[in-house]
């Protein structure tokens, strides 16, 4: 479907300077994605971003927003959507799009179908994103092949033989034809989740369980982030928590995805109101970028570096720490060919005002000791 913009709810201001860390060469730079009052964009996390150049895609739910006593500030009775903005200058400034192929099928959307013709994974302006819905047990993909300008889709993801599939965009390309999916189950109770890789060697056609990551939890391990580190590595993140804790842990597979152990927490705390999960960017130089949400005070988004592909991770590094409330975070990263780091995220400036799609702009220099 061919996209539509929205003028007037893509206005996109440069509105603050942030010192990164004190090691920057330039500060960080914070600009609005989407921002329009009475409205909640959030959770980048679940959609994806894609860069080609100075062109920029992220994507997020757009609702309605409504103040509210606990969970998040949406009016779940208004209508919901999914939509993604595009910068062509770096991510300095953006414009708002909306896409009927992404209109949900609960809303009146297109029908999931089956895919019966081969994508090719490695095509250079391709993009791919993963969905679900809560009152469906099969989650869906969809495919674009011009810099996310159209998409084709939905196309049905199977269950693997579990109760249900909360399916976030985690693609990690091997070939072609042949790409693995990190995805977050159900448990055995029915509760979110419990992490599993999935793989295809046709295109998308079919999908084969692989193994789970990480032991069923008595909370839960659910939204990976992975990057391959090499033909056969490769390194996963995954949100956590156990009764009031909330933190990230990383699990290493170097035998192709085939299995997973468990490597080290790079982050002991995202915060002690529910947690937030990350982004993972692997870097021009080598070197990995983990980025979150904090939600206790001060509310923000932080960071941290490896140089040793994960074995290790550098001092945290506060992109920025002035969120109204814990409602906020979610962060999706890419990297620029001049070396800065493009993080997008939903973000407020009061917990009774709307959420916002904010991205931070900032240079990977480890912080002082």
Not at 217 to 235: D, E, H, T
Request: proline share 5%.
């Amino acid at each position: 479907m061919r996209m539509r913009y929205f003028s007037g709810l893509a206005l996109c201001i440069v509105f603050g300077f942030m010192p990164g860390n004190a090691h920057s060469t330039e500060p960080a730079i914070n600009v609005i994605v989407f921002k329009e009052a009475g409205r909640f964009g959030g959770w980048p996390a679940n959609h994806g971003m894609w860069i080609w150049g100075d062109e920029i895609v992220v994507g997020y739910r757009l609702c309605q927003f409504k103040a509210v006593d606990s969970g998040h500030a949406i009016d779940d009775t208004a209508p919901q959507f999914d939509v993604q903005s595009r910068s062509l200058d770096g991510g300095m400034t953006w414009k708002m799009e909306k896409s009927d192929a992404f209109i949900r099928v609960e809303d009146g959307g297109p029908a999931i179908q089956e895919l019966t013709t081969p994508l090719d994974f490695t095509l250079p302006d391709s993009a791919f994103v993963c969905r679900y819905s809560k009152s469906f047990s099969a989650s869906r993909f969809y495919y674009s092949t011009d810099r996310a300008k159209t998409w084709i889709g939905p196309f049905r993801l199977p269950t693997f033989g579990q109760s249900q599939i909360m399916a976030r965009t985690d693609l990690l390309v091997g070939g072609p034809h042949d790409a693995t999916l990190v995805l977050t189950a159900a448990k055995k109770n029915g509760d979110e989740g419990r992490v599993f890789s999935a793989r295809t060697t046709d295109g998308g056609v079919t999908w084969n369980f692989v193994t789970w990551i990480g032991s069923e939890p008595s909370g839960f391990s659910i939204m990976p982030a992975s990057v391959r580190l090499s033909g056969s590595k490769i390194l996963t993140t995954i949100r956590r928590k156990e009764v009031d804790s909330h933190w990230i842990d990383s699990f290493l597979s170097t035998d192709g995805g085939v299995s997973f152990e468990f490597l080290n927490r790079p982050t002991e705390s995202t915060g002690g109101n529910i947690g937030n999960p990350s982004s993972l960017l692997r870097l021009n130089d080598g070197r990995l970028a983990i980025v979150y949400g904090y939600r206790s005070p001060p509310y923000g988004i932080r960071a941290r570096l490896s140089r040793d592909e994960g074995q290790s991770w550098g001092n945290e590094i506060i992109l920025r720490n002035d969120a109204g409330c814990w409602d906020m975070g979610y962060p999706r990263s890419v990297q620029r060919s001049d070396g800065k780091i493009v993080s997008a995220y939903y973000f407020n400036d009061h917990q009774d005002t709307e959420r916002y799609i904010a991205a931070t702009i900032w240079s990977p220099v480890e912080p002082a000791d």
